[in-house]
Structure formats: C-alpha cells, structure tokens
C-alpha cells in the first residue's frame, strides 16, 4: 500500500548542497517517524537524520550543523537539505517511514560529492 518516492540526489562538488525529497503515497493515516540513512561503500547503513511527527530531530555527528530535516506532514514528504557538503558525504540515501507496526523504505538516490 505504501510507496516512498525519493528525488534529489546526484554529483556535487565539495562544499555545495542537494536537497533530497521523499514521499510517501498510499494509505495512510499518520507517519510516526521519518527518517533519512545512508550506506557509503564498504561501510554500515547509518542513520542520518529524523523528526519525529510533532517535528523532534536527531541528528549524526558527522551532518549537524551542515545538514537539516524537515517533514510536511500534509504532503507526507520529508526532506533533506544537505549543506557544505563534503566527499565522505558520498553514499547512497535512503528515505524510511515509520507507520506503527511497520516501517518503510525508499529505492535510494546516490549523493556523489566531488573533492
């Protein structure tokens, strides 16, 4: 029943930005969590950021500062602006949605960022 779209991705030189989309369709009544992770070559799928619906977050160490979450719950999208970009940001993103019991996840977009 639900999909998850992703958009956004793609090369960039160090220091710039992307921003990344990721909807949700289907029915739905309330997303809990949404979330955003990433897998970079040889390394573990990481959490990167989420919010919560009341609009918490949490970020990794390694984005804060540089990175920012935000969800529209009408759209039922949520975003990713990644500023300051730098090459270990490179890796593949993935978009989940946590709907209490289940959870969600998109087809991933590649973040390639050039030194």
């Known amino acids: 029943q639900v999909q998850l779209v992703e958009s956004g991705g793609g090369l960039v030189q160090a220091g710039g930005s992307l921003r990344l989309s990721c909807a949700a369709s289907?029915?739905?009544?309330?997303?809990?969590?949404m979330g955003w992770y990433r897998q970079a070559p040889g390394k573990q799928r990481e959490l990167v950021a989420a919010?919560?619906?009341?609009?918490?977050?949490n970020y990794a160490d390694s984005v804060k500062g540089r990175f920012t979450i935000s969800r529209d719950n009408a759209k039922k999208t949520v975003y990713l602006q990644m500023n300051s970009l730098k090459p270990e940001d490179t890796a593949v993103y993935y978009c989940?949605?946590?709907?209490?019991?289940?959870?969600?996840w998109g087809q991933g977009t590649q973040v390639t960022v050039s030194s």
């Open positions: 919010i919560t619906h009341g609009g918490s977050t």
């Open positions: 989940n949605v946590m709907i209490i019991p289940y959870n969600y």
């Open positions: 289907g029915s739905i009544a309330s997303i809990n969590v």
